[in-house]
């Protein structure tokens, strides 16, 4: 029954994207490599591996909206048409494309065919789907993938994963490109995230289903401190140690709400995300977006005026057991903070997650 099962959805979801014309599919170009430092010049971390390359997966878009010599951030008035009118197609293609192959899974939910946690993990796997190949066949933006080029950096260890806060668009972004971000071996990922996004039927959909933890604060608007419900804690903890049981990592964005303004850094940081790494005795992984802004802007008078389509999405290598609250604060600011605002690597990006302990020698996991 759970073959069967995961097979229909895989159709259904199929049949639904494959309703929309494809333009193009996202290419992957050939890797961009450089050398990182080996533990000669990393004493303290001689427990793992001695070198690593850094892998640069770009995803090319069609023709129609990229010319292969456009590198410049801003693009003409007529492309950024063009760009918005993709996106909105995305997104419109995207709240049919949700409900259509999640109901399938519900029913057999409902109907007591799939477990809770078969039911949560199935539904990740098809909004990940959906997500990755409506944006290969709408390519309204050019996202670029960087991650780590070493499969040990990717092994299946339970982690806390944070991320900064960028756009609307981050979650359909992170959905697409988790699989060539975070690699094959990856753990699937519950992600905590603001109640009153229940109030979009799709979002609240897609959320429910794979369970998601939910926060409740108050609606104090973009670059002012949240008030989060003290009650709605007890529940997330619970929740948080179920899940690790079940073999999924957490995802949390420090920040605590959407950023109006990322090219200047990060909003004020929340330690959040190290406290339920302290209590789960887990380590924290890094994640960082550059560029989404420019398609979707926090910043409501800015909204959906297209400044630019070029992405980066990053993964850090290595998880960190950090010894307090203020030492994750500053690495993280500093490391994704310069990522979101730049584009680019911290210089010290590596001093700050490598130099102490991270726990236990991971397994290799191939890509």
Request: glycine share 6%.
């Amino acid at each position: 029954m759970f073959l069967t099962t995961n097979h229909l959805v895989r159709i259904l979801a199929i049949f639904v994207v494959a309703s929309v014309k494809n333009t193009n599919a996202f290419v992957t170009t050939s890797p961009i490599t450089s050398p990182c430092p080996s533990t000669q010049d990393l004493p303290l971390i001689s427990h793992l591996p001695q070198a690593r390359s850094f892998k640069s997966v770009e995803l090319n878009a069609s023709q129609l909206f990229t010319s292969p010599s456009q590198e410049a951030s801003e693009i003409g008035k007529v492309k950024a048409s063009i760009t918005k009118i993709g996106m909105m197609a995305y997104i419109a293609s995207m709240c049919v494309a949700l409900p259509v192959t999640l109901f399938p899974i519900s029913i057999l939910y409902k109907a007591k065919f799939i477990s809770k946690t078969r039911k949560e993990k199935t539904s990740l796997r098809t909004g990940q789907f959906c997500s990755r190949w409506l944006m290969r066949m709408i390519p309204f933006a050019k996202v670029q993938v960087l991650r780590d080029d070493d499969s040990k950096a990717l092994a299946d260890v339970p982690a806390i994963w944070v991320c900064n806060h960028t756009s609307m668009l981050d979650i359909f972004v992170l959905l697409a490109t988790d699989k060539k971000l975070r690699g094959k071996n990856k753990r699937p990922m519950k992600i905590i995230y603001w109640k009153e996004l229940e109030k979009n039927f799709v979002t609240g959909l897609l959320f429910k289903m794979c369970g998601f933890f939910s926060v409740e604060m108050e609606d104090n608007g973009n670059g002012k401190a949240n008030q989060y419900k003290k009650s709605s804690f007890k529940k997330l903890l619970k929740g948080i140690k179920e899940a690790f049981e079940e073999g999924f990592d957490i995802g949390i964005l420090p920040e605590g709400q959407l950023n109006p303004s990322p090219e200047n850094g990060l909003q004020p940081v929340f330690p959040g995300a190290f406290t339920l790494a302290k209590i789960s005795k887990r380590p924290i992984r890094m994640m960082g977006l550059h560029g989404l802004h420019k398609l979707w802007h926090g910043d409501e008078k800015i909204g959906m005026t297209v400044t630019g389509r070029e992405v980066k999405v990053r993964a850090y290598p290595f998880g960190r057991k950090f010894e307090n609250a203020d030492e994750f604060v500053e690495s993280f600011q500093s490391v994704v903070g310069h990522f979101g605002a730049k584009g680019v690597d911290h210089p010290k990006w590596k001093d700050m997650l490598l130099n102490v302990e991270t726990g236990p020698k991971t397994q290799e996991a191939p890509m």
